[in-house]
Nanobody, 120 residues
Framework: QVQLVESGGGLVQPGGSLRLSCAASGRFINIYTMGWYRQAPEKERELVAVITSDGSTNYADSVKGRFTISRDNAKNTVYLQMNNLKPEDTAVYYC??????????????WGQGTQVTVSS
């Protein structure tokens, strides 16, 4: 049993900032890649940013230079700092983590999602 609990979403004006967090808990051996995805209304879910267990990162072109992904391995938590937010960033943001559940079982797990709305 594992759990990903997200927080930090909300309503912000264009140009503002938000910081999302996602904390993992439960039974697992290790967490490999963690990432943030988002899904706007009637759109497909898209990758926003990912970070490996050793700290390597990758970003979607649309957020590069504005968003920063980071993680605290001691806390099993991944963060997404979002600066200079734009209306097109409005979406439900989902945390994803690739777990090693036990010696022979590995797979992805999703958080419940948190709403980010950028509007005047």
């Amino acid at each position: 049993q594992v759990q990903l609990v997200e927080s930090g979403g909300g309503l912000v004006q264009p140009g503002g900032s938000l910081r999302l967090s996602c904390a993992a808990s439960g039974r697992f051996i290790n967490i490999y890649t963690m990432g943030w995805y988002r899904q706007a209304p009637e759109k497909e879910r898209e990758l926003v940013a990912v970070i490996t267990s050793d700290g390597s990162t990758n970003y979607a072109d649309s957020v590069k230079g504005r968003f920063t992904i980071s993680r605290d391995n001691a806390k099993n938590t991944v963060y997404l700092q979002m600066n200079n937010l734009k209306p097109e960033d409005t979406a439900v943001y989902y945390c994803n983590a690739n777990f090693q559940y036990n010696l022979w079982q590995r797979g992805d797990y999703w958080g419940q999602g948190t709403q980010v709305t950028v509007s005047s």
